[in-house]
């Protein structure tokens, strides 16, 4: 079993910062994959981020790439996601997940088994 429970979410203006933070606990956190996923109001989660298990491989939608980056300190058992350059299409529920059958990370929803219970992000105009 994994647990997890992010924090940092919050109010901010276009062009602002937040980082989000995902703390872990249950399993080994270096020994898998963790991802940033996000829900809008009225649509699908989608994918943000994804890192491996030691921090060397990330993966970024499109959408975020050049402003987001994900990262983990795995002495703390904890994934972060920097979020730059916000835009108001970036309001959402972000939830960080846990795929403990992979250690690279992917972008497909299905492939992790733990879930947080979400932060939300709100960007003003």
């Known amino acids: 079993q994994v647990q997890l429970e992010e924090s940092g979410g919050g109010l901010v203006q276009a062009g602002g910062s937040l980082r989000l933070s995902c703390a872990a606990s249950?399993?080994?956190?270096?020994?898998?994959?963790m991802a940033w996923f996000r829900q809008a109001p009225g649509k699908e989660r989608e994918f943000v981020a994804a890192?491996?298990?030691?921090?060397?491989?990330?993966y970024y939608a499109g959408s975020v790439k050049g402003r987001f980056t994900i990262s983990r300190d795995n002495a703390k058992n904890t994934v972060y996601l920097q979020m730059n350059s916000l835009a108001p299409e970036d309001t959402a529920v972000y939830y960080c997940?846990?795929?403990?059958?992979?250690?690279?990370?992917?972008?497909?929803?299905?492939?992790?088994?733990?879930w947080g219970q979400g932060t939300q992000v709100t960007v003003s105009s």
């Open positions: 890192i491996s298990r030691s921090g060397g491989r990330t």
């Open positions: 997940a846990a795929d403990t059958a992979q250690t690279m990370g992917s972008e497909f929803d299905y492939e992790y088994n733990y």
């Open positions: 249950g399993r080994t956190f270096s020994s898998y994959a």
